[in-house]
């Protein structure tokens, strides 16, 4: 197994170049002994010596180094900290980094290459004795500067993730059929309610009105069945596109319902539950016309092979 020589270790406050102590050719029949000092500062402090700390700058640097190291990428203040800080080998004699990400290798070696990156159990463990003993090995940190610098580089980190996510036109798609799918369920419940509510004041106007949308908005302009009159033939027939023959069987109906009366305050609380469904199918309604835009603007070919809606179900299941 590869000697180490150096350990990079990533930390919230900046990065630090750590100088492994141990002969090349014992790390690796070791590693038990690593595990065991990682706990203990005095016996760890014997493997690892700090030969250099590079704080960031701010909270703006430190979020840039953690996207770059995220992405396995190199930035400019880390080569500038690995140059100044590691000697330079040559093809003959290679330097053996310690990282913790073993992605980030590639990019290291591009840049320089007489260092080789080494990811393992031993450097995991090391790294792990860096961590726990952070604020005693690395100089100018106070007690705490590293829990703080933690919490506040996750909540930027995560904020500039989610940002980025929202960014995608995709995610609007998924969470528009999401909620399409939400309201059809939630519409089908209120509309049965405010039938089965309704139907024991006027129980005829559901087989003359199936629509649900339809009998919601009628029940809100008809109130009480013995309030229609011959002429309220023109507004019932507005709410039924213009159907002058269904508004006449809605008023007959209504003369000759065998429904029972109904209290002002039952009345009150049908009215304001069919409001409510009356409100909610409208919203579905503008939804769907803004993912079909949507759709039409992300995906106009899928949209046009398959619909839609079949087709903003294939990208939320594909992503």
């Given at each position: 197994?590869?000697?180490?020589?150096?350990?990079?270790?990533?930390?919230?406050?900046?990065?630090?170049?750590?100088?492994?102590?141990?002969?090349?050719?014992?790390?690796?029949?070791?590693?038990?002994?690593?595990?065991?000092?990682?706990?203990?500062?005095?016996?760890?402090?014997?493997?690892?010596?700090?030969?250099?700390?590079?704080?960031?700058?701010?909270?703006?640097?430190?979020?840039?180094?953690?996207?770059?190291?995220?992405?396995?990428?190199?930035?400019?203040?880390?080569?500038?900290?690995?140059?100044?800080?590691?000697?330079?080998?040559?093809?003959?004699?290679?330097?053996?980094?310690?990282?913790?990400?073993?992605?980030?290798?590639?990019?290291?070696?591009?840049?320089?290459?007489?260092?080789?990156?080494?990811?393992?159990?031993?450097?995991?463990?090391?790294?792990?004795?860096?961590?726990?003993?952070?604020?005693?090995?690395?100089?100018?940190?106070?007690?705490?500067?590293?829990?703080?610098?933690?919490?506040?580089?996750?909540?930027?980190?995560?904020?500039?993730?989610?940002?980025?996510?929202?960014?995608?036109?995709?995610?609007?798609?998924?969470?528009?059929?999401?909620?399409?799918?939400?309201?059809?369920?939630?519409?089908?419940?209120?509309?049965?309610?405010?039938?089965?509510?309704?139907?024991?004041?006027?129980?005829?106007?559901?087989?003359?009105?199936?629509?649900?949308?339809?009998?919601?908005?009628?029940?809100?302009?008809?109130?009480?069945?013995?309030?229609?009159?011959?002429?309220?033939?023109?507004?019932?027939?507005?709410?039924?596109?213009?159907?002058?023959?269904?508004?006449?069987?809605?008023?007959?109906?209504?003369?000759?319902?065998?429904?029972?009366?109904?209290?002002?305050?039952?009345?009150?609380?049908?009215?304001?539950?069919?409001?409510r469904t009356v409100s909610i199918t409208e919203y579905r309604q503008s939804l769907y016309k803004y993912l079909t835009d949507k759709m039409h603007t992300v995906a106009p070919n899928?949209?046009?092979?398959?619909?839609?809606?079949?087709?903003?179900?294939?990208?939320?299941?594909?992503?």
């Amino acid at each position: 197994m590869a000697g180490l020589d150096y350990v990079l270790f990533e930390e919230p406050t900046g990065y630090a170049i750590f100088k492994v102590k141990l002969q090349q050719d014992d790390i690796g029949s070791r590693l038990k002994e690593v595990q065991q000092a990682a706990n203990d500062l005095g016996t760890f402090s014997k493997l690892v010596e700090l030969v250099s700390f590079a704080p960031f700058k701010g909270a703006a640097q430190a979020l840039e180094n953690a996207n770059d190291i995220s992405e396995g990428l190199v930035s400019d203040y880390l080569k500038s900290i690995l140059e100044l800080n590691i000697p330079k080998g040559s093809s003959k004699k290679q330097v053996n980094l310690g990282i913790s990400d073993k992605a980030l290798g590639p990019s290291i070696k591009e840049v320089f290459p007489y260092i080789d990156c080494i990811s393992n159990e031993v450097v995991q463990d090391l790294l792990r004795g860096i961590r726990f003993h952070g604020e005693k090995l690395l100089k100018d940190l106070n007690d705490g500067d590293i829990d703080r610098a933690q919490l506040g580089l996750g909540h930027a980190y995560s904020r500039a993730k989610v940002k980025f996510s929202v960014q995608k036109n995709d995610n609007h798609i998924i969470q528009a059929i999401a909620l399409l799918d939400q309201l059809d369920k939630d519409i089908n419940t209120y509309s049965m309610r405010v039938k089965e509510w309704y139907g024991w004041h006027f129980p005829e106007l559901a087989k003359i009105v199936p629509d649900n949308y339809s009998f919601a908005k009628l029940v809100l302009y008809i109130k009480d069945k013995a309030s229609i009159t011959e002429e309220s033939l023109h507004d019932i027939a507005g709410l039924l596109n213009e159907d002058a023959g269904v508004a006449q069987q809605v008023i007959d109906a209504a003369r000759i319902s065998m429904g029972q009366d109904i209290s002002e305050q039952d009345m009150t609380n049908v009215l304001t539950f069919a409001e409510r469904t009356v409100s909610i199918t409208e919203y579905r309604q503008s939804l769907y016309k803004y993912l079909t835009d949507k759709m039409h603007t992300v995906a106009p070919n899928l949209s046009e092979l398959i619909g839609e809606v079949v087709g903003a179900r294939l990208i939320s299941h594909a992503d």
